[in-house]
């Protein structure tokens, strides 16, 4: 199929003429989306989770929402008449996750130098949000965060009138639901910036033969891989791909269970090369050989030095999707909107995706992808390989076990 | 009004004018000292709030729950010691030779130890992250071939990281001491027939003693609470009491076990320089006693 034919699919089911399904099916766009979303019914444990998953799977395609009748979605971002932006804003996300060029163009149009503040873990950032007067505008939190931000008020409720380029009817219902607090309700405190896989990175050059389960992983780090090895510095993934190591579920919190995790971390512990949720300097310096990886640090990765593989484990791990969120007491409000209304829209979204590599939820910014992004098995992999994949549940980001065992296993 | 009077008066006047100027640093020990030490008691007999932080408790379990954090303890008192001895060992024969053979050169030299403390102290750290990674030492050392090293995030990189970073906390005080000594007493000594060696001990390094201990004390008291270097340095595995409450605090959001595990470091500072003090002291006594 080539752009235009692609492009005259798109417009039909943009009109109506044809369902979503049959406009995923033949594009082949709706593998992997349609494998996230059998995964997400487990997303918060919540009811709605059960209730979204009982739909149908074109539950939005038939009528596009009304904000899309006034706003062209194909057409180029440009900042609404008559707002003063201010020039900053602050924008709290994770390592190498937005290109520099996407900034600088936000700035190009709308005079706002965006700062990036980086962190290691959702729990870091809740850290220092439950402290408050955090100068955070923009947030990119995980999906199994919103129970905690919604009920806390950390988030403040999405002024939809001021992202007019987001229309929920090109995201997946159930990959949206996450940013709906209470579950189920109409209050939506963000939107999906992309989703993506918590599995490893191997160099093969130093590891002929890499690891294919967390069971491997944690073995060979014991083994051969002594030393040169790395895990995040995040109790979500470090202690969730152990359990499943151990042929526990990624989510678990029972007793026994972590006990044995904290047992295998802190016989890991001594072989790693560091803890790091930033692990791709090490990575492409040499020093580390295989390190537990988020699928955008995977592409980066792989693009960069072809010899370093991407492995989803075989035995499970984490599927994740990142948002956009707006912090309630943002100090740049209107900058805070511009810019979400900004990465709403496809082409930028698009553009973006192509250097971080994440894979996108929104369909319109999907379909502006080239052949060679969306044919990367590393952003958009085999439907097969996401079955055993489960996402985080919202209770792990305030479970004291969790946190305590994490904060333990550091100091051992 | 009689002179008794007068000076009474003068006395309170005086009174009144030391305590205005006390004032300022009273508020400051007051709000920034003593506040934050009874907040920080409260807190560590203090429970976790469910979703992390603080919530009102009178329990002990914080402090008993103090021995997980052992290793971390351990650790940082092991690394403190040797990296002060460490910056000892390289400081005083530089602070030495600044003091006393620098000659015209002085200046220049003293400039050169402090010129890159004008750079920031994170980016310095993270040039030696690079110096010390694959691409750096280990790479020249390979060429060499002397086989494949490691370095970064090895307690050997931290130790490298503590003395470049902590040397000039170290050198100043030792230069300002070495260069106050009478060169007179050194040739006083010789005369009376001691060696180098002998006059280097009975007289310079007592004499040198204050600048000894103070700079001893400002490297060793910031390294106990030292966070950035092993961060970087020690990619999150060499682990100083630090990490622990930057972990605690800013990731587990457990902020009564942070509190109590900081008074724990607090004491832990106090006894330890307490007994450097001491051992200190009494070393000078026994020399008094010896030079008699």
Redesign the interface.
Known sequence: MDRNEFWDLYHDWQHGRITRRHFMQVTGLGVAAAVVAACAPSVGGSPSAARTAGQTAEPSAAAPSASSATVDVNADWTPPEGVDFGDTLVVTTWPNYHDQKTLDRFKELTGVTTQLNIKGSNEEMLAELLIGNTGWDVLVPTNYTFETYGSKGILEPLDLTKIPRFDAARYDTRLLSPAFYPAGSTTQYGFNKDWGTTGFTVNTKNVATPPTTWKEFFQRIQEDVTGKAMIHDYQLTSIGSALVALGYSFNSVAEAELAEAEKLLTAVKPHLLAITSDYQPNMRSGDAWMTMTWTNDGVQLHRDIPEIEYVIAKDGGEIWSDFFGVVADAPHREAAYAFLDFMATPMVAAEDALFHGAPLIDEAAIALLPPAATGNKISYPDAASLTKLEFGTAELLTSQARADLWARVKSS | MTDRGAAAGERRRSRTVNAALLLPASAWFFFLLIVPLIILLVFSVGA?A????YTPALQLDNYLELP??A??FINTLWMATAGTILCLLVGYPLAYYLATRAGTKRTLLLILVVVPFWTSFLIRTYAW??IL???GIPAIVEALGFGHV?L??TPAAVMIGIVYNYLPLMVFPLYVSLERLDKRLLEASKDLGAGRIGTFRQVTLPLSAVGLLSGAILVFIPLMGEYVIPALLG???V?FVG??LV????????WPFGSAASIGLIVVILLAVSLYLWLGSRGRVEREVSLL
Request: charged share 20%.
């Open positions: 976790r469910p979703e992390g932080g997980t954090r290793a971390a992250m690079s990674g694959n691409n490691t970064i995030n990619g999150g595995k682990f990490n622990a972990d605690l605090f800013l990731q587990s959001r457990n």
